[in-house]
């Protein structure tokens, strides 16, 4: 312990040449080409709110077409409109900086964290690991709620542990964590406290820490926790009501939760689940395997703080999404930033303990190497050779081929000639290389394909919007799609959903969503302006789209009701 405290304090006085390196490889992957994917999921729908709080100032309830939009607190888009504030525009660069930014502040986090017990090549493939998870390079680039939620579910756990083990004052460590914490639940409800209060609450109980569980700085944290709800909470419900505040905090999960599904379905779920979050932190989770190791376990030495703390974390958590029907694997992202030490963990074993190298060592780091080559080669491959159709949006320009297939084969030349040696010097060339190999896989042939196949949504808005006579009032028969208001750009008054006929005598103009090729039935006679496709890749009959009409005679329709 008295080593460890040691580290703790060189630590927190020396400058990490590895900081530099991580802002400069997450920039370069999450920075790089952030807007140039077209919106797609939900990240319109807080996008859109995000629109209304700068038009009306209102700031509390979150608004879709001007009416309350109660499906969870806000501060998603505040974080948006912010950022629209400081560029200028809102768009989708302002859209998802917020959520590149959270990756950044994150991955930086667990560096710092992991410090405290590793090396700093420990260190820097954990900060890595976590940057370059399959599922962290899927969403942490999106403007939904995932990776700020990350930041503010794992954060609170890594700050209070961080300053648990360097002894700082209670109160402070407290304060800190839980203002953390209910940002998180200002993000997307109570996940966020949940796990904290779980997570920090079985570890000092396993630890009989009852010094820290039950002090008055442990009071002082709540304290924070509750009077930052209520500062937003307070306003929100005089607005909106008990009912309103009720569909805040509940509305999405309780669906999820309620909706039946069959048993053989939720039975294959829990027998799946744990393999498909393994498939979400590839490459990283084959080293999470050394964990299965009774004499790696055995030999964790400094490092059994860390595992004993993060293990508990992670076994709070994982019920939550496991054994409840109809969850998803990015439920359980929030708590992806307490698997990266252990990566960490593993990486530092195998570069300093010869029990660890050898044989398996050089297989692993061979086999990625191969894969790495085989990647350049299937790109370069598709680029010159024909293919058939449902293949072509993966088919990339052949310049970017030449350059792809180079860059992707010198790293994978760098990484095979790394594993014949031992030691933190190649063990980090290792790291960097996959690292870099991951970012510019994704960030080139999967962005370009995605793009390739991507609708685009906000030219075919901008075609209709000049059908429209100028200055032409647009209405909507119940919500209308949140990409199509985010790309219109103007108020759309909403309607009932199924309208009566003296609710559409003043109405020219509406836009109402169609799915599946089938079109609206109306009380009036109308005709199509035109179809805009809400998919976020191209199809023959678009599953959701947003049908703009024009009503046939409405004044004779009016004097006739």
């Known amino acids: 312990m008295t080593a460890l405290l040691m580290r703790c304090r060189s630590a927190g006085r020396s400058f990490e040449v590895e900081v530099v390196v991580l802002i400069t490889l997450v920039a370069g992957i999450y920075f790089a080409r952030l807007g140039d994917l077209p919106l797609r999921g939900e990240e319109s729908r807080w996008a859109q709110v995000a629109r209304e709080m700068l038009t009306s100032g209102d700031w509390v309830v979150p608004r879709q077409q001007g009416l309350p939009f109660l499906s969870r607190p806000p501060l998603q888009s505040w974080l948006i409109a912010l950022a629209a504030q400081a560029r200028g525009e809102l768009d989708a660069f302002a859209v998802r900086l917020p959520a590149a930014t959270a990756v950044l502040l994150i991955t930086l986090l667990v560096y710092a964290y992991s410090r405290l017990y590793l090396n700093r090549l420990g260190a820097l493939a954990a900060a890595c690991a976590l940057a370059t998870f399959s599922q962290v390079l899927q969403l942490g680039r999106y403007a939904e709620t995932e990776a700020c939620f990350m930041l503010l579910v794992s954060g609170p ?12 004052p209670r109160p402070a460590v407290w304060l800190a964590a839980y203002s953390l914490v209910a940002l998180g639940a200002l993000t997307k409800g109570t996940q ?3 796990y904290f209060i779980g997570g920090v609450g079985l570890y000092l109980l396993w630890r009989r820490d009852w010094r820290w569980l039950l002090s008055a700085g442990h009071a002082l944290g709540i304290l924070g926790f509750v009077l930052i709800i209520a500062a937003w909470q307070w306003p929100c419900y005089l607005e909106v009501g008990w009912q309103g505040v009720r569909a805040v905090w509940g509305g999405d999960s309780s669906g999820r939760l309620l909706h039946p599904r069959p048993a053989s379905e939720v039975a ?8 498909e979050i393994a498939g979400c932190l ?3 989770s084959i080293l999470l395997l050394a964990y299965l190791s009774r004499a790696f376990r055995a030999a964790l030495d400094e490092a059994r703080p860390m595992v004993g703390f993060l293990a508990v974390c992670l076994l709070v958590a994982l019920p939550t999404c496991w054994f409840v029907p109809g969850t998803m694997t990015r439920f359980f992202l929030p708590m992806y930033p307490c698997l990266a030490p252990l990566v960490g963990l593993v990486v530092q074993r195998l570069a300093a303990d010869p029990r660890w ?27 010159w050779l024909p293919l058939p ?5 993966f088919q990339q320009p052949g310049w970017f081929a030449l350059l792809y297939a180079a860059l992707a084969g010198g790293l994978a030349w760098t990484l095979w000639q790394a594993r014949m040696r031992f030691g933190p010097t190649p063990a980090r060339t290792a790291v960097l290389c996959l690292v870099c190999f991951l970012g510019l896989t994704y960030n080139g042939p999967i962005l370009n394909a995605m793009l390739q196949r991507s609708e685009q949504a906000a030219s075919a808005v901008e075609e209709l919007k000049h059908l429209l006579p100028p200055g032409q009032r647009l209405v909507s028969f119940g919500p209308v799609h949140h990409l199509f208001a985010y790309y219109f750009g103007e108020p759309i008054e909403q309607h009932p959903n199924r309208p009566r006929p003296q609710d559409c005598r003043d109405v020219v103009y509406f836009c109402c969503d169609a799915r599946d090729g089938l079109l609206p039935k109306l009380p009036f006679a ?6 805009v496709s809400m998919d976020r890749n191209r199809h023959a009959v678009p599953s959701q789209a947003v049908v703009v009409g024009r009503r046939l005679n409405p004044a004779r329709a009016a004097d006739s009701e």
């Not at 700050?159 to 002894?167: F, K």
């Not at 159709?389 to 949006?393: D, E, N, V």
């Open 526 to 531: 109308w005709e199509a302006v035109g179809v």
């Open 157 to 168: 756990l890594l700050v209070w542990h961080y300053g648990y083990t360097r002894g700082w």
């Open 268 to 275: 294959l779920r829990y027998a799946t689940y744990p393999f």
């Open 357 to 383: 190298q050898g044989l398996a060592y050089q297989r692993l780091l061979g086999m990625l190497a191969l894969f790495m080559a085989g990647v350049a080669a299937i790109v370069l491959a598709q680029s």
């Open 389 to 393: 159709a449902a293949l072509q949006p």
């Open 282 to 284: 590839l490459p990283w």
């Open 192 to 194: 966020a406290p949940v």
